[in-house]
């Protein structure tokens, strides 16, 4: 497929019947959703003989949420809104017989009782719920407000069932693609970094340099996002030990995650000593090298690091550092060059230490 065509609807479409990914994770969703809403309709209309029971397929359709937690939690969200709708509508149409009258007050009060933050996003149709009744003149029958609690309850539990039985969520695809990504962003910036380090003169792409930084940062923010939606995803679900779990790469998530303070703090050390400001000067070219070879080893750990039950080899990462430190406890290279190569040499040492814990 070429990438004009991969980019337009078709090509949107080919990837989700060819690719596991959230494309066919959208319409599998869409499919689950129009089920649930199907069946509340039906089961409302030709079974129980509800009449004009518009609030079961709404209910149903809103529960196939993107995690089953989500269904469950959004059922009780759901039900307990729209219960407490239909019930101050009911209340408030007893007590004041102007229509248009009990319909601000309803919506007034249902908004305000809604923005209860355990309601969630389902806190508005506690106002809408009371509006619709109030509108469509049904606030004052006992039968039909019963009639309303009964399709509601009916449709959020179709739903629910529909989420959590049918192909629940699973986000494991996710977790992959964020190692990879974060992986590849951090030993870029490594290698990078290694090369600005092996340089007399302060780096003159200075601005790329540290908008990749940029860039890596905001990577390990998705990553983080993407390991908690997971997590969540696995939460009740009945697929919970499927390969698109995502389980055997969250190790490796977890790793890179925190890789991602010391190589912060290491770009933040180059930066400082490479404008040549006491007391905080480049290191010699020889312990400047010795600091470039070990970044490069550290990039490439942090690329196997991604891959799931591959041990990185930090033999040579290890003997790097002892080369480092040596020089850092000889006074040859001057106490300015010292502390220079110091505060290079500290986040070195952390990022090993996590690579060593992986």
């Not at 129980?48 to 397929?57: E, K, R, Y």
């Not at 380090?197 to 792409?205: A, H, K, L, S, Y």
């Not at 000889?330 to 230490?353: E, K, N, Q, Y």
Request: proline share 5%; hydrophobic share 45%; net charge neutral.
């Amino acid at each position: 497929m070429t990438p004009e065509l991969d980019r337009t609807p078709l090509g949107w479409a080919a990837r989700a019947i060819r690719v596991p990914g959230s494309e066919r994770r959208t319409v599998l969703q869409a499919a689950k959703a129009t089920v649930a809403a199907v069946a509340a309709w039906l089961l409302a209309t030709r079974v129980i003989g509800l009449s004009q029971p518009f609030l079961a397929p709404y209910a149903a359709i809103f529960l196939v949420e993107a995690t089953v937690y989500r269904s469950l939690l959004g059922w009780a969200q759901q039900v307990g809104s729209v219960t407490l709708g239909v019930l101050l509508a009911a209340g408030v149409a007893q007590v004041v017989p102007e229509q248009t009258v009990t319909l601000a007050i309803v919506v007034f009060a249902g908004l305000l009782v809604g923005s209860w933050r355990r309601f969630g996003g389902s806190g508005v149709w506690v106002g809408v719920t009371g509006m619709l009744l109030v509108t469509y003149g049904t606030a004052r029958s006992s039968e039909l407000l019963g009639d309303r609690l009964l399709e509601t309850a009916l449709g959020a539990a179709i739903g629910l069932a529909v989420n959590v039985v049918i192909f629940p969520p699973l986000y494991g695809e996710r977790v992959a693609a964020a190692a990879d990504r974060l992986a590849s962003a951090l030993a870029g910036l490594l290698e990078d970094t290694a090369e600005l380090v092996r340089t007399d003169e302060p780096p003159e792409n200075l601005d790329e340099w540290l908008g990749r930084v940029s860039d890596v940062r905001s990577l390990a923010r998705a990553a983080e996002d993407a390991s908690g939606l997971t997590r969540e995803g696995r939460f009740l679900n009945l697929r919970k030990r499927s390969r698109h779990s995502g389980t055997q790469h969250e190790a490796s998530l977890r790793t890179l995650g925190a890789l991602w303070p010391p190589v912060e703090q290491l770009v933040e050390a180059v930066r400082t000593t490479s404008e040549g400001r006491e007391p905080f000067v480049y290191p010699w070219p020889k312990a400047r090298d010795a600091l470039a070879d070990l970044l490069l080893e550290l990039a490439t750990a942090v690329r196997d690091t991604a891959v799931p039950g591959r041990a990185a080899d930090l033999e040579r990462c290890r003997s790097l550092v002892c080369q480092v430190e040596d020089r850092l406890v000889s006074s040859d290279d001057g106490v300015t060059a010292t502390l220079g190569l110091g505060a290079m040499a500290l986040p070195v040492r952390r990022l090993l230490r996590q690579l060593d814990q992986h």
